[in-house]
């Protein structure tokens, strides 16, 4: 079945600091897609990242990093050196391919970054 | 480019009358669009899938007569709350999978009923 996990509900650090969103999935599949998507108070979702399963390589995009090991079934996502413009909910996503393309989310992990 | 555009942006209406929402996708054709509902302060959940020119296919717990769907062309999908009540006040999200890219989700639509 499918399923993500975000175990950390709501976390605060302040300005500067380095954070670390976990998050773990469940699937039978073998190709499968995961996304990262930050929801700020006005609630559109923005799109930060997409990793198909065949790749393990991480990646870092200016202060984002991602770290994606399929042995843990983990697609971690690190914020260095925050900003209060980082706060926002954040979603980490599955898709397997053969599901008709549909995303499942966790549900979230709500980011306070205080200044 | 590959962007969905979803209207409004957010609605009021009256307890037992019914809202429409649009989702659009406006500069690629979509046969396949997902609709979500998200409560506050909790995570999207899929409500359906829309099929351009077939049935809607609802996820499970989710009403087909409360939550009308019709995607009758490549760029349109439309979200009917029938009967609205309290209770389906929410935001509702729509998203596309153009080809050659990841999801794009619409704006979202937060629906309050009074």
């Known amino acids: 079945a499918q399923k993500v996990t975000q175990a950390q509900t709501e976390i605060s650090v302040v300005e500067k600091e380095d954070v670390t969103l976990d998050c773990v999935y469940e699937?039978?599949?073998?190709?499968?897609?995961l996304f990262w998507y930050k929801q700020p108070p006005s609630g559109e979702l923005v799109f930060l990242i997409r990793?198909?399963?065949?790749?393990?390589q991480n990646e870092i995009s200016g202060r984002y990093s991602w770290n994606f090991q399929k042995s843990t079934s983990s697609f971690n996502f690190t914020i260095t050196a925050s900003q209060v413009v980082d706060s926002a909910v954040y979603f980490c996503a599955l898709s397997e391919a053969r599901r008709d393309d549909k995303i499942i989310f966790g549900k979230g992990t709500r980011l306070h970054i205080l200044p | 480019g590959a962007v969905v555009s979803q209207h409004p942006s957010w609605v009021i209406c009256k307890s037992g009358t019914s809202v429409k929402i649009e989702c659009r996708s406006l500069?690629?054709?979509?046969?396949?669009m997902f609709w979500y509902r998200q409560f506050p302060k909790q995570s999207l959940m899929l409500m359906a899938t829309s099929n351009e020119g077939s049935k809607a296919t609802y996820e499970q717990g989710v009403e087909k007569d409360k939550f009308l769907i019709n995607h009758a062309s490549l760029t349109l999908s439309t979200l009917t709350v029938t009967s609205a009540h309290p209770e389906d006040s929410s935001f509702y999200i729509c998203s596309a999978r153009p080809r050659g890219y990841g999801y794009t989700f619409g704006s979202g639509t937060r629906l309050t009923v009074v």
């Open positions: 990793r198909n399963s065949f790749d393990e």
């Open positions: 699937t039978r599949d073998t190709t499968y897609y």
């Open positions: 500069d690629f054709q979509a046969t396949t």
